[in-house]
């Protein structure tokens, strides 16, 4: 999308940050209030309804740019936006507040989202993820899903009688708030992608640094702003969770999807540096979880200055 004078980027770019804010505002305080209505932990909330909502800019970004215009789009994009969902919104949100990991995301949760990237990084590295690799990214994404809700279902068959009495009851503004937050954070990413993209492009840039890059930062934003606001709020399980199972959804689903519907071409500078880069991240984040029980200013600083680097070495 080529957009129109320097004032009318400035102006998607305030309302797109803008929105970003208030959708970050009604998704945290809506699932929060849900997860407790429904006898959830933050963390599992964090890990399905959030992150699931805030993959959606990948999944519309990766599906229209892999038919229309390059799977490199939509390769990029899954790609860098773990890198950026790692480097980038946990280490912004562990600066912001030390973020506590739970013992169900780190013993359930985080296996998922190592096998993730092993498999995109296994099964791209003949050059091609096809029809075959996408159902086996699917299938992993079933039984990720499944072990999810058999562990819904220990939770809620735990709840003693005396505990439910003191449970909130769930009220439809707060699934409302739910589903207008997930508006306003895509709505918000979209606005402040489409002006960098269309420059990057004008510039003569290639379709996999742009996706890696203003589409991996751009689709992004919305587990950014909702990882933020909820350390800012002190719901620092729903930071981990959002990021974890972003990834997780990032790579099964959506490229699972992309690859069912046209197989996905990988390069050999992909394979040579990306795929690396996104394995040392997350193994990186992992050594931090399981260092302790919570990610420190430290680590956070830490993954910010090597999402910097990244950035860096990606410049042609």
């Known amino acids: ?49 959030v992150a699931f909502a805030t993959t959606a800019p990948e999944l519309f970004v990766s599906v229209v740019g892999a038919v229309t215009v390059s799977t490199d789009i939509g390769l990029g994009a899954i790609v860098g936006s773990n890198i950026a969902n790692i480097g980038l919104v946990l280490g912004v949100a562990a600066l912001i507040r030390p973020l506590d990991i739970s013992d169900t995301v780190l013993k359930q949760h985080v ?5 993730a990237a092993l498999l995109l990084v296994g099964l791209g590295w003949n050059g091609v993820i096809g029809l075959v690799e996408g159902l086996v990214l699917l299938g992993t994404l079933v039984a990720f899903t499944i072990a999810i809700m058999r562990r819904v279902r220990r939770t809620q068959s735990g709840i003693t009688d005396a505990q439910r009495e003191t449970m909130p009851e769930a009220r439809p503004r707060d699934a409302g708030a739910v589903v207008g937050g997930i508006a306003a954070l895509v709505l918000g990413s979209r606005w402040l992608v489409n002006g960098g993209e269309s420059l ?117």
């Open 111 to 115: 296996p998922f989202m190592i096998l």
């Open 200 to 316: 990057l492009a004008a510039a003569g840039f290639s379709d996999i640094f742009i996706g890696l890059t203003v589409l991996a930062l751009g689709t992004s934003l919305p587990e950014l702003a909702a990882s933020v606001v909820a350390a800012v709020r002190g719901e620092t399980d729903f930071s981990i969770g959002n990021v974890v199972g972003s990834n997780i959804y990032n790579i099964l689903g959506v490229i699972g999807i992309v690859a069912v519907i046209t197989p996905i071409r990988v390069s050999p500078g992909v394979r040579g540096f990306e795929f690396p880069a996104l394995v040392a991240f997350t193994f990186v984040l992992v050594a931090m979880m399981y260092r302790g029980d919570r990610l420190s200013r430290l680590d956070g600083g830490v993954l910010v200055v090597g999402y910097g680097l990244f950035i860096v070495l990606l410049l042609p």
């Open 1 to 49: 999308m080529l957009l129109g004078s320097p004032l009318t980027e400035l102006l998607l770019l305030a309302g797109g940050a803008a929105l970003l804010y208030v959708g970050a505002e009604l998704l945290v305080q809506g699932a929060s209030d849900l997860a407790l209505a429904v006898g959830l932990k933050a963390s599992t909330v964090g890990v399905t309804v």
